[in-house]
């Protein structure tokens, strides 16, 4: 039974509500109807998890619907005349759908979890709240490897192992002996193991998909070679890391989500979100601050989830992704492979740095999307963003000269970091030819999971005077923490509210 209530104490305009599923693993993920108000929201919104305390990853036992810094999110929205901020608190458990966990222990007690607060030593979590309920099945299945499904064997073709429904006997790591990591000898053979959950399967009606979900299981191996003498209790594991190669072994090939309306392929070394449904309803709500048809780069793009999403939704023009991590390419590349064919839209993906000469990823853009990771925007971007005016002019006047200059020879390009980036880019030509733009984006989307990093980023952009702030919202992305993701949308100018201001001043001024 799923309940959902609206919390009392916020002022009106401050919507919270709060998704309390009655039992402890979630079925449906879709937002059910309001029902009256619960009395007691802190019970039952508790977090209610042996492992609270011992491991680290939670830090709020009570009221997940409401994470304790949401109430200065909300104070500091509103000091910038922001009335309307809502908060989504999201499905409250079994919402990690990407965990990493280290392996410690020993090979007859192996130790899968997450680090004691401020130590080295794992604290083993098989019945953890946050994580999807699969992801539990799949480490105890991996740690007694009772039963493991297998399917049809790849070895020597990629590199994951896919826990699906069809479950048979398989050797885990107590049978096989494998000896977890020890870091203080740097010895033993399992280092860490990453699960995803991927609720993409199609072929199962809507309401029956999150919570029948299918594990991805990356294992990190401790070796420096394939042919190590452990080897073949890893090939018994069925999966392999070395550094950053993957190799996949066994199961399906790839990892398939559907997020933000569009099929989406994450690799394991690509970033991927860790709660899958906030992360759609986010996007549905960024989707709608994006006018149709408009050139869009999406800056910090990992995969270009977000880019891809509202390059079918908003039909735009262009969309340009950055991403520092190369890895994230070949997810990209797959993601682009199952748009829909009617997509009229010039795609890019950069393997390049965006703190680096920002301008030129800006230019010929109507919005920019950012999502930096949780230390927030690079200086040299902020400072681009701060001068966007000055920078618009320049490039104006440079265009504008180039242009009167004819015929003008294309100056060949030396820059090393720009060449590289060019080489690793990848294009999908749009049919319909699009006037050239050389403009500077109006509108700035900025996604953020660092709270800290997000207030003074904010507060530098709207100190330039360059950028109002039009929107913001919360989504509880990480229930039982301090943390909460923020999607902000800023205007290029200084906006109503302040105009409005200063005429004010003005008018009490004596003639
Ligand atoms: C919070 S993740 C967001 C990824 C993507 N937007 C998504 O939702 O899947 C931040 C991403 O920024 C990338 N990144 C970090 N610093 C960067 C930089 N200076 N330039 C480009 N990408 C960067 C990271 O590799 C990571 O993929």
């Known amino acids: ?56 990853g939670c830090t709020q036992e ?72 699969n992801i539990n099945a799949a480490v105890k299945l991996l740690k007694k490897g009772l039963f493991l499904i297998l399917l049809p064997i790849h070895v020597n073709e990629l590199y994951i192992l896919f826990l699906l429904l069809i479950w048979i006997f398989h050797p885990g790591i107590i049978e096989l002996n494998v000896e977890p990591y020890d870091e203080d000898q740097g010895t033993g053979d399992l280092r860490y193991v990453q699960m995803a959950v991927t609720t993409h399967d199609t072929s199962l009606p809507i309401p029956e998909r999150y919570k029948n979900g299918k594990v991805q299981v990356s294992l990190v191996w401790n070796s420096r070679s394939e042919n190590s003498a452990n080897t073949a209790k890893l090939n018994a594991l069925a999966n392999i890391i070395f550094g950053n190669r993957w190799r996949h072994l066994l199961g399906e090939r790839d990892f398939w989500e559907h997020i933000g309306g569009i099929d989406v392929s994450l690799a394991p070394s690509s970033f991927g979100q860790a709660n899958t449904r906030a992360f759609d309803s986010l996007l ?160 700035l989307i900025y996604i953020s999971c660092g709270w800290e990093s997000f207030k003074e980023d904010c507060s530098s952009l709207l100190a330039s005077k360059e950028w109002h702030l039009h929107k913001a919202h919360g989504f509880n992305f990480f229930p039982g923490t301090q943390s909460i993701e923020i999607l902000a949308v800023f205007k290029r100018g200084r906006g109503a509210s302040t105009k409005k201001k200063k005429s004010g001043k003005k008018q009490k001024k004596p003639h």
């Open 62 to 133: 009570y009221n997940l619907h409401h994470p304790v810094v949401i109430d200065e999110a909300i104070g500091f929205f509103n000091k910038l005349g922001i009335k309307d901020f809502s908060f989504d608190s999201c499905r409250l458990w079994g919402w990690r759908c990407r965990a990493k966990l280290a392996v410690r222990g020993s090979s007859t007690n192996p130790l899968i979890g997450l680090y004691e607060e401020g130590t080295h030593n794992v604290v083993d979590i098989p019945d953890c709240k946050s994580h999807h309920p």
């Open 1 to 56: 039974m799923a309940l959902s209530f609206f919390s009392p104490p916020a002022p009106p305009v401050h919507r919270i509500t709060c998704q309390a599923l009655s039992v402890a693993v979630p079925s449906v993920a879709v937002a059910v109807a309001p029902l009256p108000v619960n009395p007691n929201p802190s019970l039952s919104c508790a977090l209610n998890c042996t492992h609270f305390q011992s491991c680290s």
């Open 284 to 443: 549905r709500k960024l989707q709608k601050y994006v006018p149709q048809g408009a050139s869009v780069v999406d800056l910090y793009a990992g995969a270009g989830v977000i880019g891809l999403s509202l390059a079918v939704s908003r039909r735009c023009r262009s969309v340009k992704c950055v991403e520092v991590n190369k890895e994230s390419r070949q997810s990209f590349e797959k993601t682009v492979e199952r748009l829909p064919t009617n997509v009229e839209s010039n795609i890019s993906w950069h393997h390049a740095d965006a703190s680096i000469e920002p301008t030129s990823w800006l230019l010929g853009s109507d919005v920019v999307v950012v999502d930096p990771p949780r230390k927030g925007l690079d200086p040299s971007l902020v400072k681009e963003l701060r001068h966007i005016s000055a920078v618009e002019l320049r490039t104006f006047k440079r265009w504008s000269e180039g242009n009167s200059m004819k015929p003008e020879k294309v100056k060949d390009e030396k820059r090393p970091w720009i060449l590289r980036a060019r080489e690793d880019s990848i294009q999908i030509e749009s049919t319909t030819v699009h006037e050239e733009n050389q403009s500077l984006p109006q509108t």
